[in-house]
DNA sequence: GTCTATAACGGGATAGAC
DNA sequence: GTCTATCCCGTTATAGAC
């Protein structure tokens, strides 16, 4: 597992992998360091803290992330259908490296520190806006406060599924796996879209 | 904040709300015998370890919440509805102390290396099997990996509102609190049986 | 930009008196 | 059971040579 690039792309890439794998606490610059063959203060150098290099690790994958999720949701036209809406958020996200981005990322999403001061704040306010407001669309009479629930499960299984990523086949005998990316997709909009529904079905009774 | 009872229970009860609040990597022995208002070689004299601290906490809040939902599975007749099986998962876990266990479980159950092997193995096969031959049985005709991707959404849901709890009204403009557990417990049903039906329906049109 | 060496600190754990 | 004092280790960060 030896990295290549430059020294600062090396550390970027074993940092996301090893934080991803053990977590940023139980993860020390030395085991980066020594994992990507570079000196102990080269990390300091062009990251200054442990902190910042997390900072920039995250950066480095969110960013084109949200990128492509808003593309895909204007790709999607001016009245993007709950599945269209879904499977634009979902898709880009499970489609980043699976052996280091996706458990690290299931790692900060699950941290309520990590994810309010790192993601949510400076990542996050215009794509959750876009979202939500796309949702509202696609489900008339739908309450605001079961969309934003609604779009909370969505994140729980979309985060539960990364963070667990590296375990799923021990925990499921062998069953489910993250590996067929696009089939997890359809799979997860399915059952996400039909939870998103039951909630405007159940006003609409309640309503008549 | 003065925690009551002897100097174990102190322990345990500040263990849990600091590592629920800030995690286990993030704590440390002093920060909680300060706040238990107890020595800090109490905590090696009662438990050990760090490490079994953690165990201890785990075990006092896991063992009772599976006792609960084997009850209440059992409690629903021989058939019960994916409904009766959901809310029997959700409710005994969302049903502890908002402040501290809580948060703490939420941060178990993202984290991979804990949840495998403090939680899972120790404390869930059982209840995991149960649960899983309920659903099959409550959705004749479903695929078994359908199932355990809904059980597994099912935890991604529950466990990500869990884990971020603190921050919830935060995050989605005070409209979502964890605090009227009854009304979120339905609501997370109703929406989680929609999504493990429509798994259903979609395999019952294929093969049709 | 890259390295060696080290400073400065906080952590878990324990010995031994009471 | 409880406390004080301390050991010993790993950590981040930095100083300064090259």
Chains 1, 2 share one sequence.
């Not at 090396?10 to 053990?22: P, S, V, Y």
């Not at 669309?137 to 499960?153: K, Q, Y």
Request: proline share 5%.
């Amino acid at each position: 597992m030896i990295e290549s690039g430059d020294t600062k792309t090396r550390i970027l890439d074993t940092a996301e992998r090893l934080f991803g794998l053990k977590g940023y606490e139980n993860t020390s610059l030395r085991d980066i360091t020594a994992e990507a063959q570079v000196n102990l203060a080269a990390v300091n150098y062009h990251f200054h803290t442990k902190d910042a290099l997390l900072d920039a690790v995250i950066a480095r994958r969110v960013g084109p992330v949200n990128k492509r999720r808003l593309d895909m949701l204007d790709a999607a036209g001016p009245d993007p259908t709950v599945e269209q809406i879904l499977t634009a958020f979902l898709e880009p996200v499970l489609d980043i490296g699976l052996e280091s981005a996706v458990p690290l990322v299931g790692r900060i999403l699950s941290s309520p520190d990590l994810f309010l001061d790192r993601v949510y704040k400076r990542h996050f306010l215009v794509v959750s806006e876009r979202f939500r407001a796309a949702m509202i669309r696609a489900l008339p009479g739908a309450p605001v406060d079961s969309i934003l629930w609604g779009l909370l499960f969505t994140v729980g299984a979309m985060t539960h599924m990364m963070a667990l990523s590296r375990i799923l086949p021990e925990i499921t005998a062998g069953v489910c796996s993250m590996t067929d990316r696009p089939s997890i997709v359809a799979r997860a909009v399915d059952f996400l879209a039909a939870g998103f529904r039951a909630a405007v079905h159940k006003e609409l009774i309640c309503a008549g």
